[in-house]
């Protein structure tokens, strides 16, 4: 993921996603809610549900702290 324009142009910076985090990513575009991408990291990587709902959880939080990603006030 590299930004190009706005405010984000001047970051300077880059950022590597795994295979979950982009998955994760495209379905944000779509304004999906945490409980649907946590059902649909459980069926596209056959992992337990406990375990999607934490990396999710953990990888939403990360996109936060970067300032990729802003809850709706």
Partial sequence: MVPLRGFV???MEIFALNE???FVWERLEDGTTER????????????ER????EDVAALLEQ?????????DA
């Fill in 20 to 22: 979950v985090a982009a």
């Fill in 9 to 11: 142009a001047e970051q």
């Fill in 36 to 47: 649907s991408l946590v059902d649909a990291v459980v069926a596209e990587f056959e992992v």
């Fill in 63 to 71: 996109f936060r702290d970067c300032g990729l990603l802003v809850d």
């Fill in 50 to 53: 406990d375990r999607a709902a």
